[in-house]
């Protein structure tokens, strides 16, 4: 008898909650899931952005000016004028680059064309778009080869 009250009382107890959660708690696990599973889509999701922003919850930094953020920000989608205006055109063909006789992309400028490669050494950039893009001090030198390379207005 004493043990059958006993299991009934162990029973009653493990079916109440014993320690109150606080909601702070219970709002982190929340973030934390939802951030998983962000980060999850993003991992799988064809994007040029992930290359450069890998992780969802890091915000990569911007230059301070508004023309600055607007480039960076059209070089980390790659999709500029110079490399996309082709869609709004008749035939619809990507554009080569002149020199190299390969599709012009926002890489192959940055990273491979032997036009800008001068450019490239004077201004130090790193030999990747996700240091060249993702990066401040990079970001600032790449406005500069923009610059110089006469590219500003074209992206
Ligand atoms: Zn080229």
Request: aromatic letters at 6%; proline letters at 7%.
């Amino acid at each position: 008898m004493a043990n059958t009250l006993a299991k009934e009382a162990i029973l009653s107890v493990n079916s109440k909650p014993l320690i109150a959660v606080p909601s702070t708690d219970i709002k982190s696990l929340f973030r934390s899931r939802i951030v998983a599973s962000w980060q999850r889509k993003w991992d799988t999701h064809p994007s040029h952005l992930r290359k450069i922003q890998p992780s969802v919850t890091t915000r990569l930094p911007l230059p301070s000016t508004r023309q600055g953020q607007v480039l960076i920000s059209r070089l980390r989608l790659e999709h500029s004028r110079l490399t996309h205006a082709y869609l709004f055109s008749l035939d619809k063909v990507p554009p080569q680059c002149t020199k190299c006789k390969s599709v012009l992309t926002v890489e192959h400028i940055l990273l491979h064309c032997t036009t800008f490669q001068q450019n490239r050494i004077r201004w130090s950039l790193p030999p990747s778009l996700t240091e060249v893009l993702g990066d401040l001090p990079a970001v600032e030198k790449l406005l500069q080869f923009l610059t110089t390379a006469g590219l500003l207005q074209l992206i």
